[in-house]
């Protein structure tokens, strides 16, 4: 069975703090996984995404996740908050075995001046 | 702009009214998708159409019904909604099926 779970539905930074947010996945294959950022009013943007190749993924925007596969983690990090990083961000996993990709329920990030 | 567009951007419908979603990429895909985004629930994956062929429907009611009449338009038809269908709708497009997806700016849908 497919699975992606966000560990938190909220996250709130001061500015030029870091984040970090919170990804685990269950998948009986070897999966691609992405994060997704979604800006008010606007659609699903790709941040950045694993497919098998190097664990440490560097995104746009500064963000990073590492792909840690015996804990079954995805999380999404960066070091140093901007306002403009204020947003709803998904963990998404395709288990590459069709055209089905499993969302989670997202986590709103709130980054304070 | 992603490339995927997505009208109208906000819709209030009655129960008993019929309306249409429409979706436009340019991007020269052979794959495009419904989605449906209620408030705190995972994304759900609605319809997928690869080279205007419908080649997954995810057991959605009869009342959202699909229609992709070439590989740029995707549309979504309503009718007889149900207040717990008011959702972001959102439309995606990809090169080829399972591969990742570009997203539009998504339907907020009310309906009352």
Same mark, same amino acid.
């Given at each position: 069975a497919q699975s992606v779970t966000q560990l938190d539905s909220h996250v709130s930074v001061s500015e030029g703090t870091p984040v970090l947010l919170r990804c685990n996945y269950s998948s009986s294959y070897s999966p691609s996984l992405f994060w997704y950022v979604q800006h008010p009013n606007k659609g699903l943007q790709l941040l950045l995404k694993y *497919?098998?190749?190097?664990t440490l993924v560097k995104g746009i925007n500064g963000f990073e996740a590492e792909f840690k596969k015996s804990e079954t983690s995805f999380h999404l990090t960066k070091p140093s908050a901007h306002m403009s990083d204020a947003a709803e961000y998904f963990c998404v996993v395709n288990p590459? *075995?069709?055209?089905q990709f499993y969302f989670g329920t997202g986590t709103s990030l709130t980054v304070i001046p | 702009e992603t490339g995927v567009t997505q009208t109208p951007r906000h819709l209030v419908m009655g129960m008993t009214n019929k309306k249409s979603l429409k979706c436009e990429q340019h991007?020269?895909?052979?794959a495009m998708y419904w989605y449906k985004q209620s408030a705190k629930k995972p994304l759900e994956l609605m319809f997928v159409y690869s080279l205007e062929e419908r080649?997954?429907?995810?057991?959605?009611?009869?009342?959202f019904s699909p229609e992709c009449p070439n590989s740029s338009h995707l549309f979504l038809h309503l009718h007889t909604?149900?207040?717990?269908?008011s959702a972001l709708y959102l439309c995606a497009s990809s090169p080829r099926t399972g591969v990742g997806y570009t997203f539009g700016s998504g339907t907020r849908l009310t309906v009352v």
């Open positions: *497919t098998s190749a190097a590459n *075995t069709g055209n | 991007l020269g895909h052979n080649v997954e429907n995810n057991s959605v009611p009869s009342r909604l149900q207040p717990e269908d």
